[in-house]
């Protein structure tokens, strides 16, 4: 069946390092959002990719929707304690629906 | 910050009990949906609506229901829980007609069934 899947499923950096997930999809996607959700939290929107090779950024954050637009990366500029938490990205795969990739949990070490 | 509303944001409760989870949203949105997340897990849809007197079954199949009678409201109901509905039930509202369809998500109600 139609899937998002991210990797790593896991990443423990040290502050100031750089983070980088990846989201793939197994089919064409008209758009993908990407959400972040701290501990004990709820997702917020991050952003969302509509335009073939469109980069987007937002301060540290940088998003990057394949030129397919089957793929997508969120890369993260220098860590800080802040940015920990899940990033899922959410593709409109299931007719009007958007799924949920499984999520990458990022980890701060101060 | 989003104008969605969980309740009970806790709630502990024995097995066969009947339960209702509450969602309210004041931004007049169309599109609400309920998802299921084990903690630090993937979000599952489980339901959602389209408006007013729509409701359509998710991904995951659930025993639970949910009604649409006003835009604002979207409540999940829970005839007899088990053990296994133990789990955070998040509710979300959208506007498709912006172009973007971002979801706004309340704050969750973490159920226990013991």
């Known amino acids: 069946g139609q899937q998002v899947m991210q990797i790593p499923q896991y990443q423990h950096v040290q502050e100031g390092e750089d983070f980088t997930t990846y989201c793939n999809s197994s089919?064409?996607?008209?758009?993908i959002q990407w959400y972040k959700q701290r501990p004990g939290g709820h997702p917020v929107f991050l952003i969302q990719?509509?335009?073939?090779?469109e980069v987007k950024k937002q301060k540290r954050l940088t998003f990057q929707f394949g030129e397919a637009k089957k793929n997508s990366s969120l890369h993260i500029t220098a860590t800080q304690t802040t940015d920990v938490g899940t990033y899922f990205c959410?593709?409109?795969?299931?007719?009007?629906?958007?799924?949920f990739g499984p999520g990458t949990r990022l980890s701060v070490l101060p | 910050e989003a104008d969605i509303y969980q309740t009970p944001r806790y709630l502990v409760i024995g097995t066969g009990k009947k339960i209702t989870l509450e969602c309210s949203q004041t931004?007049?949105?169309?599109?609400m949906y309920w998802y299921q997340q084990d903690p630090g897990m993937e979000l599952h849809l489980i339901h959602y609506?389209?408006?007013?007197?729509?409701?359509e079954k998710g991904d995951l199949s659930s025993e639970s229901t949910v009604s649409r009678i006003r835009t604002e409201h979207f409540p999940l109901t829970l005839e007899s829980a088990r053990p296994s509905h133990t789990s955070q039930y998040l509710c979300?509202?959208?506007?498709?007609?912006?172009?973007?369809?971002?979801?706004?998500f309340g704050p969750g109600t973490r159920l226990t069934v013991t």
């Open positions: 979300a509202s959208s506007d498709p007609w912006t172009g973007n369809d971002e979801q706004y």
């Open positions: 089919t064409t996607l008209s758009n």
């Open positions: 990719l509509v335009k073939s090779g």
């Open positions: 959410a593709g409109p795969l299931d007719g009007q629906n958007f799924v």
């Open positions: 931004m007049g949105h169309d599109k």
């Open positions: 609506s389209y408006g007013v007197n729509s409701t």
